[in-house]
């Protein structure tokens, strides 16, 4: 049974990092592609940043800059390098991989202080 474990949220001062990663078990396939979504208080799930098998990267407008996906497909696993947070930041950032259907993580909570 597959599963994606994230770690990495807590708390931070605004222009802070953080840095999440989810790791996928219990699969042998490659997942493509594997994506960060997260969703605030009261909002709807966004899509934050994805990346496909071959690296190939695509980043909500509201992080380009500041983020960072990368993967090591050798682990199955994917990581989000989050620079210079904001407050706006502040949510539950789910991490989603796709291999003939969705599987996402549980979830992990980021807050960026003001």
């Known amino acids: 049974q597959v599963q994606l474990v994230e770690s990495g949220g807590g708390l931070v001062q605004a222009g802070g990092s953080l840095r999440l990663s989810c790791a996928a078990s219990?699969?042998?396939?490659?997942?493509?592609?594997m994506a960060w979504y997260r969703q605030a208080p009261g909002k709807q799930r966004e899509l934050v940043a994805s990346i496909s098998s071959g690296g190939r990267t695509n980043y909500a407008d509201l992080v380009k800059g500041r983020f960072t996906i990368s993967r090591d497909n050798g682990k199955n696993t994917v990581y989000l390098q989050m620079n210079s947070l904001k407050p706006e930041d502040t949510a539950v950032y789910y991490c989603?991989?796709?291999?003939?259907?969705?599987?996402w993580g549980q979830g992990t909570q980021v807050t960026v202080s003001s």
């Open positions: 219990g699969s042998t396939f490659s997942f493509n592609p």
């Open positions: 989603y991989a796709l291999h003939g259907r969705s599987y």
